[in-house]
């Protein structure tokens, strides 16, 4: 009787552990989960990441020709002389001198 | 009171005007001026500093050689070539080649030599390329009307007149241009034509604004040109040039940039132009 019972029990434990084990392997938690969705925010990742480069690339760039530019410009302007603003009016006066040809 | 001076320098009449009572050593430190600067920058003098510059095509140049023509140079770039230090072989050709005032009536021409550029002016050094001469006339005497309102002004407000180029320090100057008086508070004014300085050689009428693109005496509608500028030399520049430049192209570069010019055509016409109108 005592034999009996035991065996019944070893089945039952053994039975679970079965179907345990089937479940567990039917799972296959090895491999990993292929979502669409995260697949796709893995390309979108990419691809924002090599634009945001190739924008950084192109500000650099602007910013470099800006420089330059500027540059030049203030360089230009430092050496063109600063024609002083010759102050001249017609008058109804006598000159006191005249201009002629030199 | 206005103290005034008269002499003969740089082949020209000079006249010197000061608002001063006392201001005869300033009178004499600028009439010196004119004669020290006339040493120095004049084509007719063999022991020059240009003379020896133009003979040998290179010297070490005092300071204000090397000013003017540094001067000269800028004048040109800026010009884009209307006004050009390397005419002298031109003027030579044409017959300018001696003191205006030894200049026989009559005589040969020979052609135009080609336009020559080469002019250097490095650290301490002037160099000519070969062949090449400088004259500085209408510039060197802008610049020492310049130089000698600076010493004159230390006697008080002044003007300075060198045959039509005229530098002012201080005060309010009444100046006679053809018709018309101007009130000049500052800065300088030149007149550039071909009523004088001219001659005849083989038949034909020559004159000293030499247009440096043909090496020949400029052939323009204009016979007087006077421009009100910035200082003397300014002035002086800008009235050559705007004097190759013809009438027309000459007024509108007057009025593009509002620089007071005075215009007289051979046919006697009186233009204004540069914000005179």
Redesign the interface.
Same mark, same amino acid.
């Given at each position: 009787m005592t034999n009996h019972a035991g065996r019944l029990y070893a089945l039952a434990i053994g039975l679970v552990v079965f179907f345990l084990a089937w479940a567990v392997v039917a799972a296959r938690p090895w491999v990993a989960t292929a979502d669409p969705r995260q697949k796709a925010l893995v390309v979108r990742q990419v691809q924002l990441q090599r634009e945001a480069k190739l924008v950084s690339q192109i500000v650099a760039q602007r910013a470099q020709l800006a420089r330059v530019t500027r540059n030049r410009q203030l360089a230009s302007a430092a050496a063109a002389?600063v024609?002083?603003?010759?102050?001249?009016?017609?008058?109804? !006066?006598?000159? !006191? =001198?005249?201009?002629? =040809?030199? | 009171m206005i103290n005034r001076r008269m002499f003969h320098a740089m082949g020209t009449e000079i006249e010197l005007l000061v608002d001063a009572d006392h201001a005869e050593r300033s009178l004499d430190a600028a009439e010196l001026e004119f004669h020290r600067l006339e040493a120095l920058l004049s084509r007719f003098r063999d022991d020059s500093e240009l003379s020896r510059l133009n003979r040998d095509g290179s010297i070490e140049p005092g300071r204000d050689l090397a000013r003017v023509v540094e001067l000269a140079l800028e004048a040109r770039d800026r010009t884009s070539g209307r006004f050009d230090p390397t005419v002298h072989n031109a003027l030579v050709a044409a017959g300018y080649d001696r003191s205006f005032e030894q200049l026989p009536a009559e005589g040969e021409t020979t052609p135009p030599p080609p336009a020559a550029r080469g002019v250097w002016l490095r650290p301490g050094r002037i160099e000519l390329e070969p062949g090449v001469q400088i004259d500085l006339g209408g510039i060197g005497k802008g610049y020492a009307a310049e130089r000698a309102a600076e010493l004159l002004a230390l006697a008080g407000p002044c003007l300075v007149n060198a045959g039509g180029d005229i530098a002012i320090r201080g005060g309010s100057w009444p100046v006679g241009v053809e018709h018309i008086t101007l009130q000049l508070d500052s800065g300088g004014l030149a007149t550039s034509g071909r009523d004088r300085r001219r001659w005849q050689r083989g038949g034909r009428e020559l004159h000293h604004l030499i247009d440096p693109a043909t090496g020949e005496p400029s052939e323009t509608d204009l016979l007087r040109v006077t421009v009100v500028a910035g200082d003397a030399v300014d002035a002086e520049v800008a009235a050559k040039s705007l004097f190759l430049a013809g009438s027309k192209r000459a007024a509108a570069e007057a009025n593009a940039a509002g620089m007071p010019a005075v215009l007289v055509t051979e046919d006697g016409r009186t233009l204004l132009a540069g914000g005179l109108a």
């Open positions: 002389p024609a002083p603003v010759a102050a001249v009016r017609v008058v109804n !006066l006598p000159p !006191l =001198t005249i201009t002629r =040809t030199s | -």
